[in-house]
């Protein structure tokens, strides 16, 4: 079945305590990205890969980081997690990049205490 | 003015009504629009994807592409129950800054009541 994979589904943390969210899809797409969804903000793109090695900043980057070293996996880490990252994040996904069909995952919910 | 505005709702209507759902945007760079779907606790989903200007249906949706008013719909006939999710409009193209990418609306809550 063709999807997109996140994990943990749900996460509580401490600030300043280091994680990472695993984002991994097996449909062999080129074009990853990571969001987070706020009430009465919406979805805001974090960071994106266009292809293996490749990524680049998206609305709101600063607290987090990316790496693509493979072309399925895309995880999200944040360094040190401040109280104000605290929202549901979404991994994404498409064949050749954001004006394709974008597949999503399940989403993370994660509270920074 | 924001890139994309769209009306959070929340809309309550009965099962059989027709829903109207609506963006404006203000980048007349954008050239793919999109709808997708969010259930409760789930990822959205792509549910319409339209290029430049002109309408498209599927089955029960149709959605409509206004560029010369930077206004887009989305329309369900004969609204069912299972309707019941947010709705976000979405669009690409380049932004005010000069870079291309994908923005969504803030989504538009539609509860269908049996």
């Not at chain 1, 080129?30 to 793109?45: A, C, I």
């Not at chain 1, 987090?64 to 072309?71: A, G």
């Not at chain 1, 401040?82 to 991994?91: A, G, I, V």
């Not at chain 2, 959070?8 to 027709?18: F, R, Y």
Request: hydrophobic share 30%; net charge positive.
């Amino acid at each position: 079945e063709a999807q997109v994979t996140q994990n943990p589904r749900y996460l509580i943390t401490v600030t300043g305590k280091k994680l990472t969210v695993t984002c991994s899809q097996n449909m062999n797409h080129e074009y990853m990205s990571w969001y987070r969804q706020d009430p009465g903000l919406g979805l805001r793109q974090i960071y994106y890969s266009m292809n293996v090695e490749v990524t680049d900043k998206g609305d709101v980057p600063e607290g987090y980081k990316v790496s693509r070293k493979e072309k399925r996996n895309f995880p999200l880490i944040l360094e040190s997690p401040s109280p104000n990252q605290t929202s549901l994040y979404f991994c994404a996904s498409s064949w050749g990049g954001f004006n394709e069909k974008l597949f999503f995952g399940s989403g993370t919910q994660l509270s920074v205490l | 003015q924001k890139e994309v505005e769209q009306d959070p709702g929340p809309l309550s209507v009965p099962e059989g009504a027709i829903v109207s759902l609506n963006c404006t945007y203000s980048n007349s760079a954008f050239q793919y629009f999109m709808w997708y779907r969010q259930y409760s606790r789930k990822g959205p989903e792509l549910l319409m994807y339209t290029y430049s200007s002109g309408n498209k249906e599927d089955g029960r949706f149709t959605a409509q592409v206004d560029k010369s008013s930077k206004y887009i719909s989305l329309f369900i006939r004969d609204s069912q129950p299972s309707d019941s999710a947010t709705y976000l409009c979405a669009m690409s193209g380049i932004t005010q800054g000069g870079s291309e990418k994908l923005v969504f609306g803030k989504g538009t809550k539609l509860t269908v009541n049996p």
